[in-house]
């Protein structure tokens, strides 16, 4: 076997962050150790405060520890500089949080366009990308909608998609389902097992909704900063 297949895609080792509020100190994360194999579909589910966002933030160099580190495709975060942290960010990673909100002046297709032009494709590969993008959404219909003429479940598909469009390694989605009901919630969840089984795109959820586990292929919970039980629950998957 090649190196390449022996090393999980992400590695999380011993991280912890701090947040100082004056003269408190918050743990918002306090040691966590992590794989995630590629082509996995990881729930990481836990109560608000839990550390949640922290961990994707982290994971995806928004932000960076207080200790440990974070190795994608083998490769320490820590080691790397700001400018190749964006760069990063931007070939390797698809977001789905709600602080990177959809641009209401842009239509859904120039939304979905757009980390296309930080890549710097072309105009016909960026078209074709986008159309098919929105096909696999279900979205082809809505490409010229703004973002404001579209229901919350379609806002998201649309965030899924503008996600991505750029084919990143991981995709990482902080409470995909929040402000959904819960059968919009379903359909969303429902898009996500899809893609990450046709197209081998590798996930991590997380949510404060335990139901949302349920479309996992591994899940871990999350309490004041640390996993549980050391591990992961792993579903059997077709
Ligand atoms: N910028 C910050 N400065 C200070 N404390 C912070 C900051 N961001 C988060 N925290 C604190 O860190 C802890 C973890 O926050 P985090 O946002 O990661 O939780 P979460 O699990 O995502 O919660 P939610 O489900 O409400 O989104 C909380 O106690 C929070 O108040
Ligand atoms: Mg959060």
């Known amino acids: 076997m090649s190196k390449d297949f022996q090393q999980p895609l992400l590695k999380i080792e011993n991280l912890s962050k701090d947040y100082s509020l004056g003269k408190i100190v918050v743990h918002a994360l306090r ?13 990481i589910s836990g109560p608000s405060g839990s550390g949640k966002t922290t961990l994707l933030n982290l994971i995806g160099a928004i932000a960076r520890p207080t200790s440990g580190d ?15 942290l964006a760069e990063l960010r931007n070939h390797k990673i698809g977001f789905i949080f709600q602080s990177f909100a959809l641009i209401p002046v842009l239509s859904v297709y120039e939304n979905v366009e757009y980390p ?18 929105l096909g696999e959404v279900g979205l082809g219909e809505l490409a010229r909608r703004r973002p404001n003429d579209l229901s919350g479940g379609q806002h998201q598909r649309v965030a899924i998609a503008r996600a991505l469009v750029t084919e990143p390694r991981l995709v990482l989605a902080d409470e995909p389902s929040a402000n959904l009901d819960s059968e919009t919630g379903d359909e969303i969840m429902k898009l996500v097992a899809r893609l990450n ?8 959820v997380v949510t404060h909704d335990p139901v949302v586990s349920r479309y996992a292929r591994r899940s871990v919970h999350i309490r004041d900063g640390r996993l549980l039980n050391e591990g992961v629950e792993t579903r059997a998957c077709d």
């Open 31 to 43: 040691g966590v150790n992590l794989e995630v194999p590629q082509g996995d579909l990881l729930v």
């Open 70 to 84: 974070v190795f994608l495709e083998g490769k320490a975060l820590s080691k790397l500089s700001d400018g190749r």
């Open 116 to 133: 296309l032009l930080l890549l710097g494709a072309s105009r016909k590969e960026r078209q074709r990308r986008v159309m098919d993008m």
């Open 197 to 204: 089984k046709e197209q081998k795109v590798t996930f991590i």
